[in-house]
């Protein structure tokens, strides 16, 4: 049991080297039941320390104990707030502007820390944030496999198709795209590894840090990390030569037309976008001009009906149907 | 009266030497703000134009200055890697203190200093190169007026010592 809690503790290694030392002994004695499946770790000013597992949110006693009370819990206080900051920054500040800008940090390992606080605005634009006193962190998970339900819809004789994955958020979207980015890239029995270029711009699928991948994404991926789709997508093609291209929550208008780029260079795509289901996508002007377009040849849905990640629907743009006969997961 | 010939003898040469030490503390004062500038352009330059981590920054300047500040800048740099201390401006702080008496700069450096450091990292780069300039300004400053005293008092001490000393070695004579 003590092992298993290590192991767990180690996995996140990364985020209690960017907490305090009060905060990290509160975390390292949460009871394993909830720290095995941990999703998020929500720190806000002046409220109590909760943690997410499993889809439920725990408040947490100083000594690690979850209760129901948030009176009971341990208050996070400014000089808290202030010290993780000064953590996640590595003392540097300077350095990640441009993150705080989008309202994130990137720890090391690929975890994502997502800020909320003050917005300065100069020029109509969001120049930094100030006073940040709520922090999101929120553990990533690798699972080596997860796409292998996935990808026989989505490779034809040893050809990716062009692939768009809807799905609602929180549903293992970009575990999923990570895995089948990194199994497209080494290959495996009866289909030969590819090149594949990632534009991640929010840094999700690889978790650079420094712009090394914290996250396998296999032998043959190039990653242009923080970098923006369209501008992304085009040096990818120019300069690096992939098969396949994959980016993470496609959404504006020069997105679609860097796809449309894509696919005249002959490259194949995979992306994901935020949608409960077709018809949902089929409402929202983007999505939809790029589905009236025919440009991709597969459309996966994710849902929970049995459970996180479960694969609700594949599409088949040619024939215009499910072809997947029941959910699996 | 050999005695009196070598303790006098050994008076001058003793006077003589404090005044040296005296006159080389302007001196080494002024070497040193000199050095601070050169140190603070390459840290800005590490910080501003190549964005690297505080502690990275630091080390990189501490391989580029000489004696106590090379220790001093390794030091902060690794203490703020351990992450052991709650900011850099309380690291910076405590480390100046540590080392200030192996320093040669005088007070008025070391205020310049410690102001500086209370706000290294801890805005974006476009306030921290502002910080850069206000140090590198108020250095200027101080170094001009550290070359004044230098020229004023540098001969003087020279010579006070060893006339300190001959006029000991008369009177006990």
């Known amino acids: 049991m003590e092992q298993k809690v290590t192991k767990a503790l180690d996995k996140i290694q990364p985020v209690l080297d960017a907490l305090p030392d009060n905060l990290r002994k509160i975390i390292c004695t949460i009871p394993f039941t909830i720290l095995k499946d941990l999703e998020e770790i929500r720190i806000r000013q002046n409220r109590p ?51 705080i800008r989008n309202g994130y ?10 800020l909320a606080g003050k917005g300065v605005i ?12 709520s922090f999101n962190i929120r553990i990533t998970r690798e699972i080596p496999g997860v796409a292998d339900k996935v990808l026989p819809f989505i490779i034809k004789e040893g050809n990716v198709l062009h692939t768009l994955i809807l799905s609602p958020p929180q549903m293992g979207k970009t575990t999923l795209i990570r895995d089948i980015i990194r199994q497209i890239s080494d290959g495996f029995p009866g289909f030969d590894g590819k090149k594949v270029g990632v534009v991640d711009e929010r840094s999700e699928i690889s978790g650079c840090y420094q712009g090394i991948p914290q996250n ?37 208008e020069e997105d679609v037309s860097a796809i449309e ?14 949608s ?40 088949d743009c040619k024939l215009k149907r499910n072809i997947l006969s029941k959910p699996i997961r | ?89 309380e690291c910076w702080r405590k480390n100046l ?25 801890t805005s974006d780069s476009e306030s921290q190169k502002k910080y850069f300039e206000l140090a590198q300004q108020q250095l200027l400053v101080e170094e001009r007026k550290a070359e004044e005293l230098c020229s004023k008092y540098v001969q003087m001490y020279r010579s006070l010592g060893i006339l300190c000393g001959l006029a000991i070695a008369i009177i006990l004579f």
């Open chain 1, 216 to 252: 396998d994404v296999g032998i043959r991926t190039d990653i242009l990390d923080a970098c923006p789709k369209a501008i992304g997508i085009t040096m990818l093609i120019r300069s690096m030569s992939p098969q396949v291209i994959a980016t993470d929550e496609i959404g504006r």
């Open chain 2, 1 to 89: 009266m050999i005695l009196k010939i070598l303790s006098s003898v050994v008076i001058v040469i003793c006077c003589g030497l404090i005044g040296l030490y005296k006159a080389n503390r302007y001196i080494q004062r002024v070497k040193e703000i000199r050095m601070l500038k050169t140190a603070l352009i390459q840290l800005e330059t590490e910080i501003i134009y190549f964005s690297n981590f505080m502690s990275d920054a630091l080390s990189a300047v501490a391989k580029s200055v000489q004696g106590p500040w090379r220790d001093f800048f390794y030091k902060v740099a690794r203490v703020l890697a351990d992450r052991t201390e709650y900011s850099v401006a």
């Open chain 2, 97 to 121: 203190d540590y080392y200030k008496k192996q320093f040669f700069i005088g007070e008025p450096e070391y205020e310049i200093l410690v102001r500086f450091g209370s706000n290294l990292g």
């Open chain 1, 122 to 133: 100069e020029g109509g634009k969001l120049r930094t944030l100030k006073y940040i006193n």
């Open chain 1, 105 to 114: 940090i990137t720890l090391k390992g690929g975890y994502r820390v997502g």
């Open chain 1, 261 to 274: 780029d894509a696919l005249n260079a002959g490259i194949k795509i995979i992306t994901t976008a935020h």
């Open chain 1, 49 to 99: 320390l909760m943690v997410y597992s499993r889809g439920k949110d725990y408040f947490i006693r100083e000594n690690g104990e979850p209760t129901l009370n948030p009176l009971e819990a341990y208050c996070i206080s400014s000089r808290d707030t202030q010290r993780i900051l000064q953590l996640m920054a590595d003392f540097s500040l300077y350095a990640i502007e441009e993150e």
């Open chain 1, 276 to 315: 409960n289901d077709l018809q949902d996508a089929m409402r929202r002007p983007i999505l939809s001009s790029v589905l009236d377009k025919n440009i991709f040849e597969r459309i996966l849905v994710l849902g929970n009906s049995l459970g996180t990640g479960t694969l609700e629907e594949v599409y």
